[in-house]
């Protein structure tokens, strides 16, 4: 089986993606989850806190597939 027959995107655009993500997403997503919490009446510390990791794990969820198997060899590089 090679690459081009294996369903969803190959090793090399999920990496370009996963970059994309951390370089840019992530950074947008800090400062929208930021905003959001200011514009909030300042809650208590732990609820803060509770709130950040919470959507800390949210945002990489919807893009797991993504990162799945990105810090491994290419999987396709054996092949050739």
């Known amino acids: 089986m090679t690459g ?3 369903p969803g995107l190959s090793y090399k655009a999920r990496r370009r993606w996963s970059l994309v993500l951390l ?3 992530l ?3 800090i400062v929208a ?3 959001i919490v200011n514009w909030l009446d ?3 510390i732990l609820v803060e806190l509770l709130v ?3 959507l800390g ?3 990489a969820l919807p893009f797991k ?3 799945r198997g990105v810090g491994k060899e290419d999987p396709d590089q054996d092949q050739q």
């Open 57 to 59: 794990v949210l945002w």
């Open 65 to 67: 597939f993504v990162f």
């Open 33 to 35: 989850v930021v905003t």
């Open 42 to 44: 300042r809650p208590s």
């Open 4 to 6: 081009a027959d294996k």
């Open 27 to 29: 950074p947008l997503y």
């Open 52 to 54: 950040y990791v919470v």
């Open 23 to 25: 370089l840019v997403g």
